[in-house]
């Protein structure tokens, strides 16, 4: 495949900023959207908006078939059994705290562990923090080494029949370590445990099966994978999801209301109360077409050679020190360099044309752990070129140049 020629599909990044070609290299942080996306939620807002399952006219029926026809295609993109385990949420960050907030207030006792990882993002750390303070439970953590992957042989000593709930990142947004996912929930599940898996980097950007991986729950973000922000998805799996609370209430998540009591309705509109995010979902359906006719695997080839050139050609630079293994990882390469700040770092890059993410990537523990302030981060996706990273190079021993 031509990588360069899907740029086309992208007309954002046909622009100069300060002078220079944008390079965008912030895709960790949020993918652009090709205009296929856009002018599907283009089309909603001037064809068929409305709201969704309460209307009997044309306009609400065409918005309600769009919208859980976007249902099938996650449950289908991710290898859900079936499309009642999605449920839409904000994305990523809400899709963990809807578990955290429910779940272990019915099934969590005091002095039970929720065993995390020492590289998890804040929003698969904070959430399980508060929950613990709920409910009297204790937070255990797997060590991080010096390489940036898991301390396995500590997880074999924290994975107790004690642990109750495991939560882990598929991909580090920081390090681009890929976790051994599904043997890590694998002997989680053995010991009875409910599992939790962060795909924010995932998916997207490497095939997922939810149902080969084997967690409980599992969670993401369309941003970070060619759809609009505000919308994401968590998968459960029916039977638990059967189990819980809902977590807000309101309209469409109810079956009977007194003044007194309410029914609920069963998974997935149990956890979907209120007029949801009609648009961006039907986007999130078009980024899904999108992803599938490219091919997730071959995204993930195209980005794996992307990122083993960048990490190759980084080694050039004086005093610099690259977080996370060497392979295999995410498409991303974090670093840190002897002679400037990352945010400085960031700033310089900016005047180039070359947009890095700069800062502790909401990882401060992780961060502590490697004794760094924070770190500059270039991460590539399907519309990435090697001719831009071999500009990220240049503007780089610009900045050794200016900085030392």
Known sequence: MDWSQLRADFPILDQTVHGHPLVYFDNAASSQKPRQVVDTLVRYYQTDNA??????????????????????????????????????????????NLVAGVWPAQFLQPGDVILLTGMEHHSNLVPWQLAAKRTGAVLKHIPVLEDGTLDLDAAEVLLTEEVKLFACVHISNSLGTVNPVKELVAKAKALGAVTLVDGAQAVGHVPVDVQDIGCDFYAFSGHKMCAPTGIGALYG??????????????????????????????????????????????????????????????????????????????????????????????????????????????????????????????????????????????SFYLYNTKAEVDRMMNILHQAVNFFS
């Open 51 to 96: 709201n969704v399952h309460r209307g009997l006219h044309e306009l609400s029926m065409r918005a309600t078939d769009a919208f859980e026809a976007t249902r099938k295609k996650v449950a289908r993109f991710i290898g859900a059994a079936r499309e009642e385990e999605i449920i839409y949420t904000r994305g990523t960050t809400e899709a963990i």
């Open 237 to 378: 799996r029916y039977e638990l999801l059967e189990k819980m609370e809902p977590w807000q209430g309101g309209g469409e998540m109810i079956t009977t209301v007194t003044l007194e009591k309410s029914d609920y309705k069963a998974p997935p509109a149990k956890f979907e109360a209120g007029t949801p995010n009609i648009a961006d979902v039907i986007g999130l359906g078009a980024a899904i077409d999108y992803l599938e006719n490219i091919g997730v695997e071959a995204i993930q080839a195209h980005g794996a050679e992307l990122t083993a050139y960048a990490y190759q050609r980084m080694a050039e630079l004086p005093g610099i020190r690259i977080l996370g293994p060497e392979a295999p990882r995410g498409s991303l390469v974090a670093f840190h360099l002897a002679c400037a700040h990352p945010h400085d770092l960031v700033e310089f890059a900016n005047t180039y044309g070359l947009a890095l993410r700069g800062g502790h990537h909401c990882t401060q523990p992780l961060m502590k752990r490697f004794k760094v302030p924070g770190t500059s981060r270039a």
